[in-house]
């Protein structure tokens, strides 16, 4: 977890979707420099989760069996990266003072059929 998702020192969490990332960069930068603050916004300091299983997937043959791609295996450390990211997501919402929830556009969220 600390080498994907490190803790760091924050005073604000900032909640966004990925597509707003200028803005975000943007919210970031003002922040810091107008109220000398140390806002945390994921893609600054960690990598993406999907990364990491992509480079999972890649150095992991055996996910690969003679019937075709092992779901079984791949669910198992997919269900572990996903669970370090909410771990570490957790922890720096709980250790920064206040959370900014950027409420754009792009935002999207789940809806039954």
Known sequence: MKDWFPTVK????????HKDLEKITSLV???HKKFSLTPFADFCVWDYADKLLQAIDKNTVSIITHNGYSYDKRDYYTAHVHTMFSISLAKMIDDTECLFFVNT?????????
Do not use: W
């Open 10 to 17: 924050a005073n604000v969490f900032i909640s966004h979707s």
């Open 29 to 31: 930068g003002l922040l």
């Open 105 to 113: 556009d792009n935002l999207q969220c789940y809806q039954a059929p």
